[in-house]
C-alpha cells in the first residue's frame, strides 16, 4: 500500500515562495511518473506539474515559468518549487502518480495573499 505525505504549505504573500515535498512509500517510487496536482476551493482538481523517472518534466501552462518539479529517487521524494506565486495558486496541493493512484495523501494547504 503506498503512502503519500505532502509538507511545505503555508501562507504566503503573493510574488513569494514556498518549496513542497512529498515523501512516498510501499512502492517502487523511481519507477513511476510522479505528479504534484493541486485542488482549490469548489475546482476539480488539476495536474499542475509531472517528471518521469529519468527526470523529464512538464508543466502546465498555468505555472510554467514559475514552478520546477523535481525527484530524488534515493529519498523517494518529490518537490516543487514555486516562486512568484499568486492569488490564484491558492489550493491544497497533493502529489500522487501520474495517472494516479486511488490512495491519496492528506495534501498540504497553499494560500496566497494579495
Known amino acids: 500500500q503506498v503512502q503519500l505525505v505532502e509538507s511545505g504549505g503555508g501562507l504566503v504573500q503573493a510574488g513569494g515562495s514556498l518549496r513542497l515535498s512529498c515523501a512516498a512509500s510501499?512502492?517502487?517510487?523511481?519507477?513511476?511518473?510522479m505528479g504534484w496536482y493541486r485542488q482549490a476551493p469548489g475546482k476539480q482538481r488539476e495536474l499542475v506539474a509531472q517528471i518521469t523517472s529519468g527526470g523529464s518534466t512538464f508543466h502546465a501552462n498555468s505555472v510554467k515559468g514559475r514552478f520546477t518539479i523535481s525527484r530524488d529517487n534515493a529519498k523517494n521524494t518529490v518537490y516543487l518549487q514555486m516562486n512568484s506565486l499568486k492569488p490564484e495558486d491558492t489550493a491544497v496541493y497533493y502529489c500522487?502518480?501520474?495517472?494516479?493512484?486511488?490512495?491519496w495523501g492528506q495534501g498540504t494547504q497553499v494560500t496566497v495573499s494579495s
Open positions: 500522487n502518480r501520474v495517472p494516479s493512484w486511488d490512495v
Open positions: 510501499g512502492s517502487v517510487f523511481s519507477w513511476y511518473v
